[in-house]
């Protein structure tokens, strides 16, 4: 890991020499102004030496998008003395930059900086869009060589995940703070009042063997906002929750959020499903899985999103703002609870 005499970690995989003075010089205006940034006394967009920071995210950190001349960067700083998030991320960029330097289509940021000590991390603008932008915007359009450029997307992001997880199997690394099983059970204490459907997830909980897999490094958030697609590249971000765990809490996630594109008024889910197919045999190629661990953890997530949203939240629970049929939900739901998962997967996944 290659570090600044200041402190700061250099985490890019190659930079060009304007990029680099460039960061260098945001990093200095950050590490002097730290305690204004960190309470957003700046307001809503301000100017340092002619850097603009203009504040798009405020809470447990401040996310800032930075611009210098044509060049941008979204800096992350911590809100408080916590710095397990910004450990995350220095552990997920440095595990990216020694194992993909080689991997063609991964899209690597040009420039990062982070530092612990002072909290913060500052990455340069990825181009692209998060994937599941793609995926909607797709499975809608009616062209179909658009639809065949995002099923080859699909197919390279499952083959990077599986990169990341087969590669991550000895890398020593903190332990996941919480897995999806662990998760569930929280949730299910904290429901005041249960339904039925609530009480079959918990009755399906406690009858449920060991979730227990073998170890691999895990993103810890692998939903489609922390993946990047632009052309033919595929990035992931937002490492915050980095650590060993089991892969197939960062599987389920990217299978659920598709699956559930099935119980969504009008989508054209047929279409989606051939993307999940896509992505798993993608996955496959490079570290092969369990399906049945596999529908048993997405079991898991979709649970766990029931729980929080309809017990918890006393809310509904769309797919990128379109409602979930009903009769589709609590069929999905029954199925689950049936361990009919893997009936739902296409079949070149089973």
Known sequence: ??????????????????IS???????????NHIDSLRSCALGKKGHLNGVSFELLQQGRNAVYRVTAKEN???????????????EGEIIGYQFIRDNFRTLGYYLHPEAVRASLD???????EIPGQQINYHLYRTCFHPLASGFDMLRENFHRCGIILGHFHKSGQDFDSRDLKSGLANTLQRRLTRVKKHDKMSEQIAAW????????????????NCTFRNIFSHQEKVALLDFETIGRGSRYNDLSRVCSDILLTRVALFFPWKRALKLLGDFLTGYRSVYPYDTE??????????FDRYVQVYRI??????????????GKYQWLLTQLLANNGSSLLPPAAV
């Open 1 to 18: 890991m290659k570090q600044q005499n200041n402190g700061l970690t250099i985490l890019s995989v190659g930079e060009n020499e304007a």
């Open 21 to 31: 003075r460039q960061t260098d010089t945001i990093c200095l205006l950050i590490e």
């Open 72 to 86: 941008i960067w979204f800096l992350k700083v911590v809100c408080s003395e916590h710095r397990k998030g910004i």
């Open 118 to 124: 002072a909290g913060y991390i500052l990455v340069s």
């Open 205 to 220: 909980y406690e009858a449920s063997d060991s979730f227990e897999t073998e170890l691999s490094i895990v993103h810890g």
């Open 293 to 302: 661990m596999l529908t048993r953890y997405i079991s898991l997530y979709i």
């Open 313 to 326: 939240k006393n809310s509904k629970e769309t797919v990128s703002g379109i409602p979930y049929a009903s």
